[in-house]
Structures are given as C-alpha cells and as structure tokens.
C-alpha cells in the first residue's frame, strides 16, 4: 500500500505504528484482562482502530469488538481486512462515543494526536460500566520521543511517515499528567509501563525499508520487535497503561 502523507484523513504511518505495536498491545491487554476478570463475551471498544490489528487480536480473546477511528479511509482498510463482520467497524470522533457501556475500552493511536486529551478521557469515561478497563498507549514527552516523531516521522525525507502537524510537542504527554487526567474523570490508574524497539536500528532499518517500498506492511513487525520494559522505569518515548473506572 502507498502510505499517503499530506491529507488529514489519509491512511499513513499511524497503520505501521499500529502493525508495529500489535504484539506488544496485546501482551499487555491479555494481562489486564484477565487480572480485571474480563474473558470472553465481554464487550469492548478500540478507540483508534487504523487497519484493525488490535480489534481482530481482542476478538480473538473471545471478547465482542467495536472499533472506531476518525479516519474513513483507515475505517474502509480495516473492513477490507475483515470480510468475517466479527468486528464492527465505526468512523467515529474519539471525543463523542457512544454504544456503552463496555466492559473495556482500548485508546490507542489517540491520546498523543488530540489537542484536548480530557474531552477524549471524559467520553471514555463515559462509555465504560462501573469497574471497566481502560487500557492506552501513547507517547511521553522527552528529548528522544520528540527527536522521533516530531523530526525522523515527519521531517526528515528518509523516515518520514506523518503528515506535519500530525504530532507536536504538548500532545506528548508525560505519564504524570496522563495520570492527573485520568483521575479528573474517575478512572485510578493500576499501571504504566514503557515499551521499545529491542534495538533503534531495526526501527530506522524498518521505517527507511518500508518508506522505500522494499518490505510490506507485515514485515515491519518482525524488524521492529517491541518489548515490555521493566516495571517502574521511566518511559523513555512510548508506554503503555491500564486504569479502571470507579465503581
């Protein structure tokens, strides 16, 4: 696929993060899950869903799958991707849900690229029963993490995957402000935890090979290879984390 950079609907480099991310998200969501106690029948909701991955690994989980996405081109590739109709798929504004309540909600490729991340929050918060799961990743705010999505994925001719403007420095938001944000709206963090590349060379070698059209979309996975950090650790760029609404 031709990876689209200068429309603001268009399917970019978000659906080589959410390829990328895949195994890692889903690690960590099976986690929660079960700790939480939500196993098959339990309803849940992606929230920026772009070709839908995770959708299809959480239906996998048994669990009863809405995804939404704010991009009609990235809601299409997704059900192109699943004629089996065991997700639904939704164009839908992360700020405006609706279809509750779910028993879990997955924001992902969401919280790093709006303006007013609490609107976003509140409206999960919304869809959510008493006792849900939210589960997120998104990006800190650090030297590294800005060197990375706001210059090699949208500057540089060689890695660039985004269209400008897609990522900017106060949407990139330090876990203690999540945190904060969260709790304005009821939801008590459990969790955070960084995740990585094993090395930044298989990230750079994967962006500048799929960028140039060697590799497919699939490929990139293997050559980035996410992994869980330690738990504890500050998030050097991307994390992930859990949060239950109170009952």
Do not use: W
Request: glycine content about 10%; hydrophobic content about 45%; charged content about 25%.
């Amino acid at each position: 696929m031709h990876i689209e950079l200068d429309s603001a609907s268009a399917v970019d480099g978000r659906h080589l993060r959410a390829v990328a991310f895949n195994q890692v998200r889903l690690l960590y969501a099976g986690f929660h899950l079960e700790q939480a106690g939500v196993g098959p029948g339990s309803r849940a909701l992606v929230v920026g869903s772009v070709r839908g991955d995770l959708a299809r690994g959480l239906a996998d989980l048994g669990l009863a799958v809405t995804a939404v996405d704010p991009s009609p081109a990235a809601t299409k590739l997704a059900q192109e991707r699943d004629p089996s109709g065991r997700v639904r798929y939704r164009t839908h504004a992360p700020d405006a849900l609706d279809g509750g309540p779910f028993d879990v909600v997955y924001c992902a490729d969401t919280f790093e690229v709006v303006d007013d991340v609490g609107a976003v929050v509140k409206s999960v918060a919304g869809v959510l029963r008493p006792d849900g799961l939210l589960l997120f990743d998104t990006v800190n705010r650090t030297v590294p993490s800005m060197l990375i999505y706001l210059v090699a994925f949208q500057r540089l001719p060689m890695t660039r995957i985004m269209p400008p403007g897609r990522y900017a420095a106060a949407r990139l938001r330090p876990p203690r402000e999540l945190v904060e944000i969260l709790g304005t709206h009821g939801l008590r963090t459990l969790d955070v935890r960084g995740f990585k590349p094993r090395t930044i060379s298989g990230l750079v070698s994967a962006v500048r090979q799929r960028r140039a059209g060697r590799i497919t979309d699939d490929e990139v996975a293997g050559l980035t290879d996410f992994v869980l950090e330690k738990p504890g650790g500050i998030p050097v760029v991307t994390y992930l984390g859990a949060a239950r609404l109170a009952g």
